[in-house]
């Protein structure tokens, strides 16, 4: 008889517990997943996937303007928000239909309710206690709700809101910083809101490299949006249905009327999880693990938005997370990569940055050597009319080895797989300056960047 | 005194010409370059710039559809070929300049006429002969006359008539195969024409991958374009301003009227170049060269079309190829690698094939394994409605090792790069299973696809 009534209990349904529930399956463990709401969590079913159909919607109406130059005319053009939010019903529909049937496939146990830590090995759900050799903990991230405001005031709201909106608000104020927020901005935008964007650093997606964020900035503010930096809200009320807003930077107040304020803050979903029960804390910001994504506690895994930082959170380090935690839990020794973590903001342009920026290449002791290539140079590139890409390298200057490499402009998500291999391979600017990409493409940009680093760009003038 | 008029005599100043002079001027080398016609050759001028245009125009008009599904109504859509061919004269004349300010920046002497080798080291330009250490034969391609119609038939054309039509033909016919004239299809029925397309071999891109050739197939015919397999020109004639065309496959004849008949073969420029006054054959199909881009002449390189069979004419073969050359004639030693080659087509959807096919890898005496991940199975493939995408691996059964990739699918060009670098760096399996790529990219279904190869795919049902 077993000793356990699972190899491998895992807590949470959604990217990274799914991933690990099929991972830890393969291996031939025993899995139950527990879930108390929709299989797939945020990113499938308020994330990634119906934002992600948002973005693509949003842009085709940005084609537009480049059709028209190429002789492409399309007349009359209009967004239609409620046929973009039944595509998105049926899809996501479709995706949980999917998830369930890999688990089906993979015989894990699907056990609907909260799932609760109760001491070692054993998981708490409603009533019933179950027991495993390993548990991963999977529960993802939360709403914060804004510092700024008192309560619940009506027309401060989340990304959530917009997935069941009838209609889009006219005027919307959006504050904070990140890729998520970025891409709600462009969406409205794009769907007709007038949006005006505030936040408290000097810069949007202020942690990555000047040249990325500095044309992101610009390109955004060209199709109509209005940046605030630096700026703080002193004080949010109603006023004749609307929104007053009063907000406070060094040198100036302004006051705004919206119709919305939208914030998209988040955090761990560490409390009423039941660690408290093996003595971890619950009031962190996050769940600490090492490489292996295990926590200090034997056999006890976390991974996803669960452990990282809020600039952490990304679908794709949770379900990487999960197949790691997995494999781990099922014998064998893994380790995440951090150093190929990408970064990204699927705005138009598309923002992609793949390990350590510059800053943090000179903090962790590196003489740094960088290159760069801009997309306007790019047979591609002026096709496309890619005036703001870019892409750029950061890499050592004694062997060459990459250590991060940085797109903006079209396509930049899926150019950024060849930066993650790059770094996860250890190629050096040589290996990467002789790669032959296809021609034309914006990728070859890459090869032209190492060029540069290596102070032999072929096209640049 | 210098022993000779210039280091290095690079005969073209195509992609290939121009890549060459600026590396060995970057190496030290005094340069020339002889053209006679514009800088760029064949790809800036006539080939992957404007039909990189032309494609993007049409992958616009195919998006529209996907536009609606998602709530981007346009009302009205119209194509006006004269504003596409207006953007496309202004965008090659820019990149002409570009290409005259990089050989003035670089200190590249452009000799201006017909340049023929005139024994070795030697190139005579009209009446003018110059002396070079090193000489870089990159002349490129030229058209070849169809086989089945004798002489000049009006109506029988090549891809250059479409550069400067006024209007497009009504009802076109296309014959021959492999991925320039796919694009051309695609192109021409996106921007109004009626296609019919034949090819005698059993499928279009024949030499690739099955699962990709098949869906390229399936998507063209569901995009209206009508796909004539195993089938020959018997005859050509004018009839009533119409050219007639009798077409026979093995069990059946059929006669078809239409205004254009497009053909794109052609073959290296070897005639009138003089290599037979170093004894070299000019009536060869292609000039031989190693890896080095050596002829078997020393001293003497040659790169591009100009030393390959039509189904490796690619400009990124050119340029790479033209770089390796001049780096050995400057005196590193360099090496052109062949096991990451691509070949393209800028369809919709695109298909990028790198490296090894599976027939090749067998041939090369491999145990070969396989794997593959459709893109409706990818998160963003659905949202992108990539039914006939898919991203399929060839791999070595023993060690893993990554021997070609293949990707039909929005953006495959871009992500053929991953395919590039996982080849050039000897990536295994493993490796690739264990990439972090961004969420939701098309991307990771390659990694699903190395995972489908060792078995243990994730999200595949």
Redesign the interface.
């Known amino acids: 008889m077993p000793a356990h009534d699972f190899d491998v209990i895992v807590v949470g349904g959604g ?1 990274g517990g799914v ?1 690990a529930a ?2 830890a399956a ?1 291996l031939g463990g025993r899995v139950a997943v527990v879930e108390d709401k929709f299989l797939g969590g945020l ?2 079913n308020r994330g ?2 119906p934002f ?2 948002m973005l ?2 949003s842009h ?2 940005g ?2 303007a ?2 028209r ?16 939010l039944k ?1 998105q019903n049926e ?1 996501v529909g ?2 949980r239909q ?1 998830v369930q ?2 688990l089906s ?1 993979n015989r894990i146990t699907l056990v609907r309710g909260k799932g609760r830590l109760s001491g070692r090995g054993r998981v708490a759900i409603g009533e019933d206690l179950f027991s495993a050799g390993k548990i991963i903990l999977a529960t993802g991230s939360e709403w914060v709700d804004p510092e700024f405001v008192e309560g619940n005031l009506p027309g401060v709201i989340n990304s959530d809101s917009l997935l069941t909106a009838k209609t889009l608000p006219k005027k919307c104020f959006l504050f904070g910083n990140g890729p998520r927020l970025v891409e709600i901005a462009q969406f409205l935008q794009r769907f007709g809101s007038e949006v005006v964007f505030a936040f408290p650093e000097a810069a949007l997606l202020h942690e990555e490299n000047k040249p990325i964020r500095s044309r992101l900035e610009a390109a955004l503010q060209a199709q109509g949006i209005t940046l605030l930096p630096r700026t703080e809200i002193h004080q949010v009320r109603i006023k004749e249905n609307l929104l007053e807003i009063l907000l406070r930077s060094k040198d100036r107040e302004e006051r705004l009327l919206v119709d919305r304020l939208v914030t998209v803050k988040r955090k761990a979903c560490l409390e009423d999880l039941g660690i408290e029960s093996v003595g971890l804390d619950s009031s962190a910001e996050f769940l600490e693990v090492n490489e292996r994504m295990e926590t200090r506690i034997e056999g006890l895994y976390a991974i996803g938005d669960l452990c990282a930082p809020e600039n952490r959170h ?4 949770a ?2 997370g999960g ?1 790691v935690a997995a494999q781990n839990a099922m014998g064998a020794r ?1 380790a ?2 951090h150093r ?3 970064r ?1 903001a699927y705005t138009q342009p598309q923002v ?1 940055c793949v390990g350590m920026t510059s800053r943090e290449a000179k903090e962790a002791g590196y003489e740094v050597a960088e290159g760069s290539a801009p997309l306007s ?1 790019n ?2 590139g ?3 009319a890619q005036s703001e890409g870019l892409v750029q390298i950061v890499a050592d200057r004694k062997y060459g080895e990459i250590l991060g490499v940085n797109f903006i402009g079209e ?1 930049a ?6 930066g ?3 770094i ?2 250890e ?1 050096t600017l040589e ?2 300056a ?11 940009s ?1 090869v032209e960047a190492a060029r540069d680093a290596l102070g ?1 760009a ?2 640049l ?1």
Chains 1, 2 share one sequence.
Request: charged share 10%; net charge neutral; proline share 4%.
């Open positions: 990217a991933a099929v991972r393969q990113c499938m990634c996937v992600g159909q693509t919607a085709l109406v084609s537009i480049l059709g130059e190429m002789g492409v005319e399309c007349s009359g053009v209009t967004t239609n928000l409620s046929a973009l595509r899809l479709f995706m999917g049937g890999l496939k990304y679908s794709h380090f379900s990487s197949i893994t995440f990569n190929t973590a990408v990204v992609a140079m047979p591609l002026m096709i496309l396509a998500s899926e150019m950024a797989g060849m993650v291999l790059a996860q391979m190629a290996e990467l002789k790669a032959v990409l296809p021609h034309p493409t914006l990728g070859e890459l032999r072929i096209y003038p």
